[in-house]
């Protein structure tokens, strides 16, 4: 069951990803793939230009540690495109869930995000290792 809209933490996306996202969603749909989640926080998210976007958000090639509050696993993730989602470990794509749920929160917010098999994740972003923007990757 999702989580009501206003439950959900505000979130920044660079006019970059945002793009980028937008037209890889169009050809996910077109395959098939159940997109409705990314959609709606794509659609409440505030976009930022690439050059205004703040160190302490997730933005595509970020890579973050998070813990899951409800059992404690920390994890640190790189959140990609599916086509840089080669299987190797340490890497998400914005496409799975995970991925979806991390895009554009900020050190410390935390999120609720519904999951296969009727579960919830509870995800709290504890830190950001790398951000492009942050590193002067602008145009990546």
Do not use: C
Request: aromatic fraction near 4%; glycine fraction near 8%; charged fraction near 25%.
């Amino acid at each position: 069951m999702a989580t009501p809209e206003t439950a959900r933490p505000s979130i920044v996306m660079s006019r970059l990803d945002y793009d980028r996202i937008e037209a890889l969603l169009e050809g996910a749909n077109e395959r098939g793939i159940d997109t409705a989640s990314l959609e709606a926080e794509m659609e409440r998210a505030d976009v930022v230009e690439p050059a205004q976007m703040p160190g302490d958000v997730i933005s595509m090639n970020s890579t973050a540690r998070f813990v899951d509050e409800s059992s404690g696993e920390e994890r640190e993730l790189t959140l990609v495109y599916p086509r840089d989602a080669t299987g190797e470990p340490g890497r998400v794509s914005i496409l799975a869930p995970v991925g979806s749920a991390l895009l554009g929160l900020r050190v410390g917010q935390s999120i609720d995000w519904p999951m296969p098999g009727n579960r919830t994740l509870n995800l709290r972003v504890l830190s950001i290792k790398y951000q492009p923007e942050a590193a002067g990757e602008l145009h990546r």
